[in-house]
């Protein structure tokens, strides 16, 4: 078998045709993702879905990891406005975080199978070095904004990681049917009490 070159840098759509054809090929890959385990998603079927040539899919996406990354993220900053839109200014930061990964959660499970696909591709990018998950701040930016936490320090940084941790944790439990809904949601008010709790509280540093 010849030896796979290791992906080149994505480029990033620029022109609005560019970023039309970038758009295709997300909705292309959420709707296959949706029916398919990552391994029987092909990058072919991709291109063809969104109506692009296939050098024209890896020249944006160098591999399926970096397909879904890119997923998860356009996700995650939907998310992110729709949390800045329904924030309230008097609501408890705490619960504000709790409301956040609710939300995250329900979004989620509503398209299952996409949500496995990205879980999965999340796990190859996670066992390799620099990955296109490596940089990828886009969660826990959100986490560390509905906290109110604005120039966050290394303890913040620790802990926030560590919740999100937690959460794709809950979330996988749900989606593979060992946590109804409404006990993914108690772990997850229980995880951020008990990370964020002291901090958000005042009382650690």
């Not at 054809?21 to 993702?33: K, Y």
């Not at 998603?41 to 591999?63: K, W």
């Not at 709790?98 to 299952?112: D, G, I, S």
């Amino acid at each position: 078998m010849p030896r796979i070159a290791d992906p080149r840098p994505a480029a990033e759509p620029r022109s609005p045709h560019q970023k039309d054809r970038h758009e295709r090929i997300l909705r292309a890959a959420r709707r296959l993702g949706g029916v398919h385990d990552l391994d029987r998603v092909q990058m072919q079927d991709v291109a063809n879905e969104a109506g692009v040539a296939i050098a024209t899919l890896y020249r944006y996406f160098p591999s399926k990891t970096h397909l879904f990354a890119a997923v998860k993220r356009r996700q995650v900053e939907l998310l992110s406005e729709e949390v800045a839109r329904l924030r309230a200014a008097s609501e408890n930061p705490l619960d504000a975080v709790v409301r956040t990964l609710v939300r995250a959660r329900e979004q989620l499970m509503r398209r299952p199978q996409l949500s496995r696909t990205i879980l999965q591709a999340d796990q190859t990018a996670q066992a390799t070095a620099n990955g296109p998950w490596s940089s990828d701040r886009t969660f826990r930016d959100m986490l560390l904004a509905a906290a109110g936490i604005d120039a966050p320090g290394p303890a913040d940084e620790r802990l926030v990681r560590l919740l999100e941790s937690c959460w794709y944790g809950v979330l996988l439990s749900c989606l593979n049917g060992r946590l109804s809904p409404a006990e993914a949601d108690v772990d997850i008010r229980v995880s951020c009490e008990m990370l964020l709790g002291g901090r958000l509280d005042g009382t650690t540093d």
